[in-house]
């Protein structure tokens, strides 16, 4: 040992020896990836004086970060090897300098390790894997529910049976699969749901869309207007889906009533509903994943879209008034009276007791989404406060309310942010935040453009939700490296690109869906070609009033 030690001082010019090392020496460090992003539950091996197998091992923990105690006896060399199953393993030697502090009982903060991506055979199982899943939601071959589940299985599966037979067959797998889901948004679509189950049963919404009608007098394009202002606003403060469930079957009834065809009501509404959805949080799915993911508020949907979203669907009304001006020109102005009787009681509130209290707590429910920040309250806490304070006042049956959620559409989510977890885990979303990167280099405005019309346009193939999902990751890393995109403004691109480009295809968003389902059982299909020819228009018009927003309020 000593002459090993006396041939490497003479090697180096005589530096001083390493003395014994002292209790608390350490190394510490960061794993990250080429894009800087923390690398989580790396492989990080200590070797230490040549030895082949490793004093102690560990992982790198979701920051990136790792921390290893050294042993409190002489070291005269220490070698690092970080490994995981989607990178290249890399190698870290101390110098002497770094030798010198572990042998006086310092701690050593090595440099940002940077590992570098490989394609392995689980990439592009993980890969193809979501382009099915994309491809069955897209077609509706299969539930979007029922698709996503199938891609987690698969994913799943081959990762835990295929990692002994093959270390390149693994994805990702239990543990890390649970860590990309997002309960902040599953707890705040479920909170939303109970909350609004119980208001559904007053028949408030009824009563509203009525009012529309009564104050129409009879003016079909100022109905038209204002059971879009109406939708808009409630897609707003519910989300566009629930909207359109509660609306949807009265405006069927004043159509019928006016001798008018249904989807000429319907299909305004529903494009109504995803663009007055952008201007909050709890306003349409996209932005739920969006604020969970960027750390928007209420307040900052509020300030920043809602301009924007009220400049669109002006654009919005004038286009549909222009669409179906025929159809509300031959409109019965004096609906038979038996109708009108049969409208009016269809819409009465039937338990004005219930929704005093109800309304009291979905006032207070708004409040805290908009004050809630200030005390660090998160929306998904609120919902589910919410949830509880609305059962406990209005005394509803708890097992009937669970009833009332959207369990299908939950496990939608859950499911969805596993597939697109592990895309990212194995590479897919950064090499194309890295394309992307490159596309628009340090343009801010180049990289605005494409993040809003991808999304409007890809939102109409892939449907929206699952879009959203996958872009998250891709829009952060622009955030990050782009200058002057730290206010955020390309997830307000992604919000705008995605909830509005929903209106370009019946498969593009989930309030679609819906609203044709509903169409359908009352005798009146929308069909995708329907759909495309009314709503492709539509978007482009609201995408472009939307991105000049963009850019004079940013």
């Known amino acids: 040992m000593f002459l090993l030690t006396v041939s490497a001082i003479l090697l180096v010019g005589a530096l001083p020896q390493p003395t014994w090392a002292a209790e608390g020496a350490a190394l510490a460090g960061r794993v990250v990836d080429f894009q800087q992003q923390p690398v989580r539950r790396a492989r990080i ?32 060399a220490v070698r690092l090897e970080i490994s995981h199953p989607h990178f290249r393993t890399a190698t870290w030697k101390a110098t002497w300098a770094d030798l010198e502090r572990l042998n006086d009982g310092s701690a050593v903060r090595l440099p940002d390790i940077v590992l570098e991506r490989q394609l392995t055979v689980g990439f592009w199982i993980a890969t193809l894997t979501f382009l099915a899943v994309l491809l069955f939601i897209a077609t509706e071959r299969l539930h979007s529910t029922m698709a996503a589940l199938l891609g987690t299985a698969v994913i799943l599966g081959i990762s835990l049976v295929g990692r002994p037979i093959n270390e390149q067959l693994f994805i990702i797998d239990f543990e890390q699969a649970i860590e990309y889901v997002d309960f902040n948004v599953v707890f705040l679509v479920m909170g939303m749901m109970i909350v609004i189950g119980v208001i559904e049963e007053t028949g408030i919404f009824q009563w509203m869309a009525y009012q529309a009608y009564r ?27 629930t909207t359109m469930l509660l609306v949807a079957p009265i405006t069927l009834q004043i159509a019928l009533t006016l001798g008018i065809d249904p989807l000429a009501l319907l299909m305004p509404e529903v494009l109504a509903s995803n663009v007055g959805g952008i201007s909050t949080l709890i306003g349409t799915p996209t932005n739920i ?7 928007i508020t209420f307040n900052d949907f509020l300030v920043n879209l809602t301009p924007g979203v009220l400049l669109a669907q002006v654009a919005l009304t004038v286009y549909v008034l222009l669409v179906y001006r025929k159809q509300y020109r031959a409109a019965s102005a004096a609906a038979s009276p038996a109708l009108l009787a ?25 409040v805290l989404f908009i004050l809630g920040e200030q005390f660090h309250l998160v929306p998904a806490v ?27 559409t939950l496990m939608f989510f859950i499911a969805l942010f596993i597939v697109v977890g592990a895309v990212q885990e194995v590479g897919l979303i950064s090499y194309i935040a890295a394309g992307i990167r490159l ?10 453009l494409v993040v809003v019309w991808a999304g409007a346009i890809l939102s109409g193939v892939i449907a929206n939700i699952p879009f959203t999902a996958a872009m998250l990751p891709v829009v952060g890393f622009l955030t990050r490296s782009l200058p002057g995109a730290s206010n955020k403004v390309l997830f307000y691109s992604l919000s705008i690109g995605a909830a509005m480009g929903g209106n370009s295809s019946l498969i593009g968003a989930s ?16 069909t995708y070609r329907t759909f495309l020819k009314i709503g492709l228009p539509a978007m482009a018009i609201t995408v472009t009033v939307g991105t000049a927003w963009l850019f004079i309020h940013f």
């Open 45 to 76: 091996a200590l070797y230490l004086n040549g030895e082949e197998e490793p004093y102690v091992e560990g992982e790198s923990q979701r920051d990136g970060t790792f921390v290893l105690d050294l042993p409190d006896e002489p070291v005269d």
């Open 215 to 241: 104050l129409s007098q009879g003016r079909v394009w100022l109905l038209v207007a204002s059971l879009m202002l109406l939708t808009s606003v409630a897609s707003a403060l519910l989300d566009n889906v």
């Open 511 to 526: 309030a679609n869906i819906v609203t044709a389902g509903i169409a359908e059982r009352a005798g009146y299909p929308i």
């Open 342 to 366: 049969q409208l009016e009681e269809n819409a009465r509130i039937t338990q004005p007791d219930k929704l005093r209290k109800a309304g009291s707590v979905f006032l207070g429910i708004i």
């Open 439 to 448: 596309l628009v280099g340090d343009n801010l405005i180049a990289a605005t």
């Open 382 to 408: 609120t919902a589910i406060l919410g949830a509880v304070a609305m059962l406990l006042v209005v005394r509803a049956d708890i097992e009937q309310m669970l009833r009332v959620v959207d369990w299908t």
């Open 289 to 295: 994943l969006i604020g969970s993911y960027a750390d």
